[in-house]
């Protein structure tokens, strides 16, 4: 690898400290770097992600990491994430070690993951994607709400409840997890239904295949009460849904592409970042 893209989260190195010494060992050693713009909220300019980039290298931690992601969709560019947060389960490098990733890179001492990412859809209009998970959930008081959940066009089930947490398999440690969701192989090709403090006794998530088309419904409230909800994508952007609205959740078409320094299986690196969590 050659030309390298830097994505730095600027509440994690807020005078770039890092970002520059990273800069200067990848200029040291031949390569070439360019340094991401933001703008006042912290999001990539879109005009601005330079062609041709052989990696990003994504300074922060989870987070940081999902974000870019999602921001960079479309330019097929591999990240590769230092941690510079907490858990880090998605950040292949902790920071004391960049430089012995780095040194891997520029040999070719790697290999490339792809991750599976999905879309949404509210009312046939607003699009967005996710890496993690698309999350309906009640908003304002404390109450239930009651969503149909539609598979391919057939009602798969009905829930009272906080909300419903539609997973891909790299979001299975999110939310999905924090909701007694499984986990999943991060390659795999599936979304995870799990309902969010459901009012039923038996109320487990479900697996779906990749190929399915998912509608979640919101439903009138006690006495036909007009209900709201909100739609999070991966935690950042939300938009407002009401009764008779449906988010519609299929595969997207970009996938996440992560470098693998390490070939530590997916089972011992879970068993370790997740010990004591």
């Given at each position: ?9 600027l509440?994690?190195d807020?005078d ?9 060992y ?18 990539i ?11 990003a ?17 479309g330019h ?8 510079m947060?907490?858990?880090g389960?998605?950040?292949?490098v ?5 430089r012995?990733?780095?040194?891997k890179?520029f ?13 949404g859809?509210i009312?046939?209009?607003q ?5 993690n998970d ?5 908003e304002?008081?404390l ?12 009602l ?11 997973s891909?398999?790299?979001?299975s ?5 924090s909701?007694?969701g499984?986990v999943?192989?991060?390659?795999a090709?599936?979304?995870v ?9 038996n109320?487990?998530?479900?697996v ?12 009138e409230?006690?006495y ?8 999070s994508?991966?935690?950042?952007e ?30 011992k690196i ?8």
């Amino acid at each position: 690898m050659e030309r390298f893209y830097i994505i730095t989260n600027l509440l994690k190195d807020k005078d770039f400290k890092i970002t520059k010494e990273i800069e200067e060992y990848i200029v040291s050693h031949g390569k070439s770097c360019i340094l991401s713009q933001k703008d006042e909220e912290g999001h990539i300019l879109p005009d601005s992600v330079p062609e041709g980039m052989d990696c990003a290298i994504v300074l922060g931690g989870d987070g940081t990491l999902i974000r870019a992601a999602r921001e960079l969709g479309g330019h097929d560019i591999p990240l590769l994430g230092i941690n510079m947060g907490t858990l880090g389960y998605l950040t292949e490098v902790e920071l004391p070690q960049f430089r012995e990733a780095l040194d891997k890179l520029f040999s070719g001492h790697l290999d490339i993951e792809e991750r599976m990412m999905m879309q949404g859809v509210i009312g046939g209009r607003q699009k967005h994607v996710a890496m993690n998970d698309i999350v309906v959930t009640r908003e304002g008081n404390l109450r239930v709400v009651h969503f149909n959940v539609y598979v391919n066009g057939v009602l798969l089930n009905s829930y009272l409840a906080d909300g419903v947490i539609i997973s891909t398999p790299t979001g299975s440690t999110g939310y999905n997890l924090s909701a007694g969701g499984p986990v999943v192989e991060p390659t795999a090709r599936m979304f995870v239904i799990t309902p969010i403090c459901s009012h039923a006794l038996n109320a487990s998530s479900i697996v779906l295949s990749a190929e399915d088309v998912i509608e979640v419904e919101i439903c009138e409230g006690r006495y036909g009460r007009r209900e709201s909800a909100l739609v999070s994508f991966d935690g950042a952007e939300t938009a407002a849904v009401f009764t008779g609205d449906r988010v519609l959740v299929k595969k997207a078409l970009e996938t996440t592409k992560l470098v693998k320094l390490s070939r530590e299986s997916f089972m011992k690196i879970m068993r370790e970042k997740m010990k004591g969590n």
